[in-house]
């Protein structure tokens, strides 16, 4: 198991951009795919994207493909999620979470993949 504590939400302007970070505590981090997730109010909370252990894998959500990137310093502990072209409909609370196993094959895409997950830091993007 890790510990998450994401970073870097904040408001913005349609149209911007944000990069969201995710610092892991524990030596074992980079035996771990990681995801984030975002949750607007009153719906159920969603896949955004989510990397491989070794990075070299990912995976998008049809609705921020092209607009967000994951990416993930093992040296530092951090997964990080770059947002451009901002929409209004991408205001939520996100959340990092990681792996539920370590060394996966592949990328988790499902919410019960993830057994680790941060406290959430919030995204507001005004028209």
């Known amino acids: 198991q890790v510990q998450l504590a994401e970073s870097g939400g904040g408001l913005v302007q349609a149209g911007d951009s944000l990069r969201l970070s995710c610092a892991a505590s524990?030596?074992?981090?980079?035996?771990?795919?990681m995801g984030w997730f975002r949750q607007a109010p009153g719906k159920e909370r969603e896949f955004v994207a989510a990397?491989?252990?070794?990075?070299?894998?990912?995976y998008y959500a049809d609705s921020v493909k092209g607009r967000f990137t994951i990416s993930r310093d093992n040296t530092k502990n951090t997964v990080y999620l770059q947002m451009n072209s901002l929409e209004v409909e991408d205001a939520a609370e996100y959340y990092c979470?990681?792996?539920?196993?370590?060394?996966?094959?592949?990328?988790?895409?499902?919410?019960?993949?993830?057994?680790?997950w941060g406290p959430g830091t919030q995204v507001t993007v005004s028209s």
């Open positions: 979470a990681a792996d539920r196993d370590r060394w996966r094959v592949g990328v988790p895409t499902t919410l019960s993949d993830f057994g680790s």
């Open positions: 990397i491989s252990w070794r990075g070299g894998s990912t």
């Open positions: 524990g030596r074992t981090f980079s035996s771990y795919a």
